[in-house]
């Protein structure tokens, strides 16, 4: 199943809608094993490490627009007021704080981030590489 889908538009978009389903499906599953027999530490582990990575899948090479963004963080947010049994914002962040849970538009920033420099440097490294090879070649003419 593909997880990010191509949308028409003026501009290359995505459509992140079955990597949402995705996530849900996945925590759904988590909490229909194990039920609220888990704390929240356990249940929170499971889907940081299990449900999150199906949302960040190959979209740190996307350019996210704001919406697309403020929907990532309206799910993230969502599950943790289903997991922490609250509605109040501030103690969805405090819980998150505490949790070290990191927001998925921010851990896909972040990704994002590492990806561009790793690229820039696979780029230097290469272009170091051509270089030296023309040396060499220009050392063995002589």
Do not use: W
């Not at 697309?68 to 501030?90: D, G, H, I, P, Y």
């Amino acid at each position: 199943m593909a997880l990010l889908h191509i949308t028409n538009s003026r501009t290359l978009k995505c459509s992140l809608d079955a990597a949402k389903r995705g996530f849900y499906r996945a925590a759904n599953s988590i909490f229909g094993k194990v039920g609220r027999i888990p704390s929240e530490e356990v249940a929170l582990h499971l889907v940081k490490y299990k449900c999150v990575p199906i949302l960040r899948y190959g979209v740190e090479v996307l350019n996210m627009n704001k919406s697309q963004l403020n929907s990532l963080e309206f799910m993230a947010n969502r599950f943790m007021m289903k997991l922490f049994n609250t509605n109040n914002m501030q103690i969805i962040e405090f819980c998150c704080e505490q949790f070290n849970f990191i927001l998925p538009s921010r851990q896909i920033a972040n990704r994002r981030d590492k990806f561009i420099k790793s690229d820039s440097q696979r780029t230097n490294f290469l272009t170091f590489i051509d270089m030296s090879i023309l040396l060499l070649r220009n050392l063995c003419t002589i």
